[in-house]
């Protein structure tokens, strides 16, 4: 656990929200962050590994014709995955995580791109990413960065 995302588990408690997560590239690293700060259970309503696209379209209801069109690893895609959730769990916030880590490139997609999408009250934001390095290097670096931005935002969102 870091302290910024202890930051970010103390402002959706002072805040009386709550987060969910969908996570493809991370599978569930950026869900076991937020559960590593004590207090997690009072914000965290459920997330989901949607892995695959079918579990993409079944569980989080991003339409395959998105999927199509724009590819897994695209804004649009995320923010659809970051909307199902927080449809699903029914949940202020909702993170979402896809993209490819890599070795090598998938489907014309370079190793280390990811999009997050971060969808809440009054906020709907993506995010393109290029982390270099390993899997678990482009992974973590998703994660850590999922985290940050959503900390700018319910920082911005106090003011």
């Known amino acids: 656990m870091n302290a910024v995302t202890q930051e970010v588990v103390a402002l959706l408690q002072k805040r009386n929200e709550t987060i969910t997560c969908a ?84 489907h014309g997609v370079e190793a280390g791109t990811v999009w997050l999408a971060i969808v809440g009250p009054g906020c709907q934001e993506a995010v393109k990413l290029a982390i270099s390095g390993d899997r678990e290097s482009v992974r973590r670096g998703a994660v850590e960065s999922a985290v940050g931005v959503l900390a700018r935002i319910l920082r911005a969102q106090q003011q």
């Open 23 to 106: 996570e493809s590239i991370s599978g569930g690293a950026l869900t076991a962050e937020l559960v590593s700060v004590p207090g997690a259970s009072h914000v965290l309503n459920g997330a989901i590994i949607a892995y695959s696209n079918q579990i993409k379209i079944n569980e989080l209801s991003v339409p395959a014709a998105l999927i199509a069109e724009f590819g897994v690893v695209s804004e649009e895609v995320a923010l659809a995955m970051a909307k199902g959730a927080q449809a699903k769990f029914s949940a202020s916030w909702a993170v979402s995580l896809t993209g490819v880590a890599g070795p090598g490139p998938s």
